[in-house]
Every structure is written in structure tokens, then in C-alpha cells.
């Protein structure tokens, strides 16, 4: 009797199958059962044949430490039921998403001869872990399985092959510049995506150009603040097709605290609990997370998308004020050049202005050179540029633009490319209001200065952000962060130089005011 026979059609919950298969090998009733992993039937309940084999056939450890067969939570069976081709899944912690999609990539691979199933982590330390649960899939399989049809011709650390069905499964680190390159993929789960070291767009893109174009592809993490890779992909989930699934903590049974009676309850936990039906230990668990977890509760165990992100991460500036801003804000009234140079307020007769202007070197992948236009008295963001621009066409818009806002007092970085803008300005150009600092022309950033410029931009977001018109700055200022070493810059794979030619201008202004104070 054949290995599936034994294991699975013997309580003659599939004779359906088993009539539809008599007299076929397990290596054909595999790839029948392949044919129909997302097939309903009454026999199954609410459960689909990938879900039956899941908890027929696969093994997982328990938080308890046993070995007990896969079956799907609430969170993994809400993901069954409205998973699509492309999706994306914002989650609280430890609530069962990679295993499960581990668990379908795995059914897939051992029953669709040629599969490529390709799981990447976040760190190898994450790669190791999640292959010890898809090695446990395979260990835990009938013992006529592993030794006849899913015999198993190479187990490493990341990669079992499958020589038999020609299929193939691998888990891979993202921080491996060479994941997935080389491969054609059929399913690809990629995991804490928002954890990703390096550049994780250009990670992911080299992935997805490896998943065939009818293959299955999962983008999934917790979050880690409103910026970077998955905070965009989540973002455009709907442009871009993907289906979106956000899980938060009560959907995972086992989080339950010590219970607290409802005549205890606040406000925000009695909206809380009527909104999502928690009770009196869910009430206790968050009150838990609140005090063990502090701020990095809402980050960790997610209630909201929108709350989550704004939480999660480690800005620097004050993520509620930014977004108060961002719904406020209006187009400008012009744009000019490409749309490099956004205006919102002309310049007006008898009023002075500082324009902060950050260079770059001009190249398509490198930094952007940043201009930004004050005035000086209020503080008011009247005007911007941002692109690509080498230091002697910035000089020329810089100087332009100077002049147009009743020749503007230029505050020009003389940091690296600073240097070669300033000499233009000054020998090209010939423009006569270049700040100085110390008798030499520019602005130095230096160890002492740069966070003395991002204190003085904070500050004026937390005391009223409705000095800044640009959509631009607003999304560097959301997504500069704090470093673990207390460095302070943009987060991976996102710019800040609308941000610092904005904190320079600004540092320049308090300088001007106290100017006739100190008698200088």
C-alpha cells in the first residue's frame, strides 16, 4: 500500500480523492492534490484541500514546545480566505503569518513538479530560524514520504531539494547582496521587509524580477516606522494591485492578561473593546504591553496600521505634527524647471529672505542638491528646488532665484560640493549676498553644528509646522531618523537634503535675530 494511501486516505475523509487517484503513484496524487490546493469542499468545512493537508501532514512546535500538526489560527485562516496573488501583510508580533505562508509555499513545492520557492529574512539569524520550521516540515512527513517521493537528495542550512518533482526550496538572507539573482521563482515570501539592512528597494526589485509573472509573492512584516521600503509598498498596495492585510495583537489567542473589570476601564479601552470585541484579559494584556513594552508597544503589538507606523521607528521629529501638516497642506502656485522648483509665495516687496541651499554632486543616483527659499522675517517656506544638479548649473538656479526674492541673503554648505558652488557664485555668477561665517564665505556643518541646526528644526515642528508648504520636506522630515549609535540622518534608502538646507536657513534666521543682541 502506497506511503499516502497509509497516511492520509485511511480515515476515508478524502474517498472522493482517493476514487479520483486509484491505482496512481504518490508522486501523481501529489501533483493532483497540487492541481486543487485552493479548492473548497464540503468534507473540508471551511477549509480549503491546502488547509486539510496543512493540518494532515505538517508539523510545527507549539509555544509550548510540542510537536503538534498545523492548524490554522484566527489570523492564518482570515489570511487564507483573502489572500491574492500579490500580497502584503502589516502584523503584530508572533502571530503565526510566516509560518503559515512557509506551510503553503512548502505544500506547493512538494506537489507542483519544478517549483522554485524562495523564503528571504531579514538577517541570516531570521533565515536560520524560519528554515528550522520548513526542515521540520520535511523531518515530520510520513516516513513513506521522506523516503520515497520526497526524498530529499540535499538538507542544508537554507536549501532542500526535491529531485523527484525537480522542485526546490530555499530561505536566504536579504542582507545577501546575491539573493534570488540567477533564479526564476514561482512562489517568494519575503519577511520583516521594514527590517531589511542596505538598500531594500533595489532588494526587493531584484527579487521580484526573479518571481515568474503568474508566481505567488508575500511581502510581510512588523512595522518600523512611517518610512522605507515596506512603509511605501504598504502605501501603494491598492495602485500597485497588492492585497493588503493588517493583523493586530487580539487576534492571536494566547495574548490574555490578568483580566480587568470593565468598571475599571478607561475611555480609550471601552471604545477599544466595543470597536473589537476584546474583553476583560485582552484589556489586561494591553495594560501589560503599556507597562513592559512602553513606546515600543504600539511598534511590537499593532492595533492600527496608521497608529503603528507613525509609532514605530525612531524618528526624530514629532510624527503627529508632520501628518497634521501633510493633510493641510496645498500644490504650489507654480512649479518651474521639471518640476525641480516649487513656489508657493511670490516674493513681495520690501521683505528679506534666506535661502538655504544644500549641494550634491549632481549625479542621477546620488543625493539631491536642495534649495530653500525663507522669508526671513516669519520664517515661511515661500519656495524650493530639489533634483539632480551638478554645482555649476546649482549656482546659476541658486543665484536666479536669490535675486528674484529681492536679492536673498544665499546660505550656500561648504561641505564638499559647497565649495565648488561658492567659487561659481562668486566668480561666475558674481552674486554680492553670500553668508559668511568666521570671514570665510558658507555654511560649515560640522560634529557641533548639525545637531545644534536639527534642535532648532524640531523644535519649530513641535511648536507649529505651519511654516512648511512642501509635501517634499515633509516626507524627509518623517523619514529622518535616530541611529542607534545617536547619529541622526535619513533612513535607509530615503534623502534628507530637503531637511538640511531647511535646518540651515533656519539656524542662519535665529543667528540674524540675535545679531543686534550680541552687538555683532
Request: charged residues 25%; hydrophobic residues 40%; contains cysteine.
Amino acid at each position: 500500500m502506497k506511503a499516502l494511501e497509509e497516511n492520509l486516505w485511511e480515515s476515508g475523509v478524502l474517498q472522493e480523492v482517493s476514487r479520483s487517484t486509484q491505482g496512481r503513484s504518490d508522486r501523481d496524487r501529489l501533483l493532483w492534490l497540487g492541481e486543487r490546493l485552493d479548492c473548497y469542499s464540503p468534507e473540508f468545512g471551511e477549509d480549503n484541500v491546502g488547509m486539510w493537508l496543512s493540518r494532515s501532514l505538517l508539523k510545527v512546535r507549539s509555544r509550548k514546545g510540542n510537536v503538534v500538526p498545523l492548524t490554522a489560527n484566527l489570523a492564518q485562516r482570515s489570511y487564507e480566505r483573502r489572500r491574492g496573488q500579490q500580497n502584503i501583510v502589516l502584523k503584530a508580533r508572533q502571530m503565526g503569518i510566516s509560518t503559515w505562508v512557509a506551510a503553503r509555499f512548502f505544500l506547493k513545492t512538494i506537489t507542483r513538479a519544478g517549483t522554485l520557492t524562495v523564503q528571504v529574512a531579514h538577517n541570516r539569524e531570521a533565515a536560520e530560524q524560519i528554515f528550522r520550521i520548513v526542515h521540520r516540515f520535511h523531518e515530520q512527513l510520513p516516513l513513506g514520504l521522506r523516503s520515497g517521493v520526497l526524498r530529499a537528495s540535499r538538507v542544508n542550512t537554507g536549501q532542500i531539494l526535491f529531485p523527484e518533482l525537480d522542485s526546490e526550496y530555499r530561505v536566504e538572507s536579504a542582507a545577501d547582496l546575491n539573493a534570488g539573482r540567477g533564479m526564476t521563482i514561482q512562489n517568494l515570501h519575503c519577511s520583516e521587509v521594514a527590517r531589511w539592512s542596505g538598500n531594500a528597494t533595489e532588494t526587493l526589485a531584484s527579487l521580484r524580477a526573479a518571481l515568474i509573472p503568474e508566481g505567488d509573492l508575500v511581502l510581510e512584516s512588523t512595522p518600523n516606522g512611517a518610512h522605507g521600503c515596506f512603509y511605501d509598498e504598504w502605501r501603494r498596495a491598492e495602485e500597485t494591485g497588492m492585497v493588503q492585510h493588517f493583523f493586530p495583537w487580539w487576534m492571536e489567542d494566547a495574548y490574555v492578561g490578568t483580566p480587568v473589570a470593565a468598571n475599571h476601564w478607561t475611555q480609550e479601552e471601552r471604545m477599544l473593546a466595543q470597536e473589537h470585541g476584546l474583553g476583560p484579559e485582552q484589556i489586561g494584556f494591553r495594560r501589560q504591553l503599556a507597562t513592559n513594552f512602553r513606546q515600543m508597544a504600539a511598534q511590537e503589538y499593532a492595533e492600527s496600521p496608521e497608529a503603528c507606523f507613525l509609532a514605530s521607528g525612531n524618528c526624530v521629529f514629532d510624527l503627529e505634527r508632520i501628518a497634521a501638516r501633510a493633510r493641510e497642506i496645498h500644490a504650489p502656485l507654480e512649479k518651474r524647471q521639471n518640476e525641480q522648483v516649487w513656489i508657493w509665495y511670490p516674493p513681495q516687496a520690501g521683505r528679506t529672505y534666506i535661502v538655504g541651499v544644500d549641494p550634491a554632486g549632481g549625479g542621477a543616483d546620488g543625493d539631491y542638491a536642495a534649495l530653500q527659499i525663507l522669508e526671513q522675517r516669519s520664517g515661511l517656506q515661500c519656495a524650493e528646488l530639489r533634483g539632480h544638479i551638478d554645482p555649476r548649473e546649482l549656482a546659476k538656479r541658486a543665484a536666479a532665484l536669490a535675486k528674484e526674492y529681492n536679492n536673498a541673503l544665499l546660505v550656500v554648505e561648504r561641505n564638499n560640493h559647497g565649495l565648488a558652488v561658492l567659487a561659481y557664485l562668486m566668480t561666475v555668477e558674481h552674486y554680492p549676498a553670500i553668508y559668511e561665517e568666521r570671514g570665510q564665505a558658507g555654511w560649515l556643518t560640522t560634529a557641533v553644528s548639525r545637531p545644534a541646526m536639527i534642535e532648532q528644526l524640531g523644535a519649530a515642528i513641535a511648536m507649529g509646522p505651519e511654516f512648511i508648504s512642501s509635501s517634499r520636506l515633509l516626507a524627509e522630515c518623517r523619514t529622518f531618523v535616530r541611529q542607534k549609535d545617536g547619529r541622526t540622518e535619513a533612513a535607509a534608502g530615503t534623502h534628507d537634503d530637503c531637511v538640511m538646507a531647511m535646518a540651515m536657513a533656519l539656524q542662519v534666521r535665529a543667528e540674524l535675530k540675535e545679531r543686534p543682541r550680541a552687538g555683532r
